[in-house]
């Protein structure tokens, strides 16, 4: 059974940082590209940031370039995403998805991220 899992959601005030951990289970997770989407009520689902199987290259939505940070220990089944001078309008429920070529798709339940004073 596929599992990923979020954690290291909150509460945080403008400025401030949070790291958000996805560990995955059941699937060959150094095959799968990794993302991190947020959704904030009543928006779309957006994606913020991929990274590779291999780790070597990233894409970011550009409101999260400069700010946010992907990484994944594909030793630890899991992918980061490291989010530096937070502002209100990043609030949102993050997701973890897995995703390969000409495989299946996986997501998270997702974790609640809450930028606010």
């Known amino acids: 059974q596929v599992q990923l899992v979020e954690s290291g959601g909150g509460l945080v005030p403008p400025g401030g940082s949070l790291r958000l951990s996805c560990a995955a289970s059941g699937i060959f997770f150094s095959s799968y590209a990794m993302s991190w989407y947020r959704q904030a009520p009543g928006n779309e689902r957006e994606l913020v940031a991929t990274?590779?199987?291999?780790?070597?290259?990233?894409k970011y939505r550009d409101s999260a370039k400069g700010r946010f940070t992907i990484s994944r220990d594909n030793a630890k089944n899991t992918v980061y995403l490291h989010m530096n001078s937070l502002k209100p309008e990043d609030t949102a429920v993050y997701y973890c998805?897995?995703?390969?070529?000409?495989?299946?798709?996986?997501w998270g339940k997702g974790t609640l991220v809450t930028v606010s004073s």
């Open positions: 998805n897995a995703a390969r070529i000409g495989g299946s798709i996986y």
């Open positions: 990274i590779n199987s291999g780790g070597g290259s990233t």
